[in-house]
């Protein structure tokens, strides 16, 4: 059922109007049905957010407050001027904040980033983003927690757009990803990392940053290029992810 849902609001995505509180509720009728007593609806309890091992991130915004927020929020996003890239991942992450149903607000969170990223350009329809958050879900609620304890989502947006990045470096094809890159360039890269991995058996993200001196999002892109050439393979480190050397 669930399954069912989601592929038949996905193929009606370029149906839906992105600022629409109606088609808000609407795709939330299709994705939750028989699945959930409100689906279609606006809560009417006080929720908690939890994580998937059920630790509580958050408490979600009082009921009587969600109809006015959502419908804000979904105003602020149609008229910010800031680029879509950046302000899909604000409503993504604020939409989370304000919980606004009683289940299945991941779920709509990111089907609503993809629709708002694919009225912007129609190729957002067809990345998997959902499925590489499907993958990174820990981080996922771990940007959302590290968002809120300090109180701005900038930790948030970050990991979104390497979700985004990762989800459009899946589609292109090697002979072009490799070509972007100067081979002296990558070859310096991979030898610094390769130094390290002498030393220690796993790599983070965060490790990637310090060594090259490079945003996350980049840190990211330069792990999945090893990755899918075959010298690193994504491991679980606890609750986080690492790469360590094949």
Known sequence: MEVKNAYEIYDHLNELNPYSVEDLLLAH?????????EDGVFRSKPVGVVDSHGNVLHFGTLPQYVPPLVEELLKWTEDSPLPMLIKSCVFHYEF??????????????RLWHTLLLSRWNPLFAWLPVESIVHDHQQEYYEAINTSNAQG?????????????EEAL????????????????GKENRWNILEKYLKKEKII??????????????????ILVSF???????RVRDGRYWAYQKL
């Open 29 to 37: 009728h299709v994705m939750m049905r028989g699945l959930v007593q």
């Open 96 to 109: 989370e904040v304000i919980h606004p149903f009683a289940d299945g607000n991941g779920r709509i969170g």
């Open 152 to 164: 701005e989502g900038t930790a948030f947006i970050e990991f979104m757009l390497s979700v985004i």
């Open 169 to 184: 470096l899946s589609v292109i094809p090697e002979n072009f990803e490799k070509s972007m890159m100067p081979t002296s």
């Open 204 to 221: 983070h993200n965060s490790d990637v940053q310090q060594l090259l001196e490079v945003s996350s999002a980049t840190a990211n892109r």
């Open 227 to 233: 990755v899918k050439e075959g010298k690193l393979e």
